[in-house]
């Protein structure tokens, strides 16, 4: 059973950094795409950056040049270095993994591939203060 545990959330001011971890267990073999999303107070989710099989990330146009997303793949271990923060990006972060290769050759196609992910983890809590 895949499992997904996001930490790292946190409440900073305004222009301070986070850095958001996904521990992954569970999956049979290495992921197709990986990504981190997030759920803004009244808003619905959007995808922030991904990242596949081979490395490439690719980034919402709202966090390019801020926020940087890696991956561990010994351990199995997501990551999004979160610089520069402002307050419209107080959210709910998730990571999601798609294991089954629905994303195809989109996975840097951040408008859409959140509807092709199979596995989410709970989501950590991100408050950036003006």
């Known amino acids: 059973q895949v499992q997904l545990v996001e930490s790292g959330g946190g409440s900073v001011q305004s222009g301070g950094s986070l850095r958001l971890s996904c521990a992954a267990s569970?999956?049979?073999?290495?992921?197709?795409?990986m990504g981190w999303f997030r759920r803004a107070p009244g808003k619905e989710r959007e995808a922030v950056a991904t990242i596949n099989s081979v490395g490439t990330p690719a980034y919402a146009a709202s966090v390019k040049g801020r926020f940087t997303i890696s991956e561990d793949n010994v351990k199995n271990t997501l990551f999004l270095q979160m610089n520069s923060l402002k307050p419209e990006d107080t959210a709910m972060y998730y990571c999601a993994v798609d294991e089954t290769g629905d994303t195809g050759g989109y996975c840097g196609d951040t408008a859409r591939v959140q509807r092709w992910m199979d596995y989410w983890g709970k989501g950590t809590l991100v408050t950036i203060s003006s």
């Open positions: 569970g999956l049979r073999g290495r992921s197709y795409c």
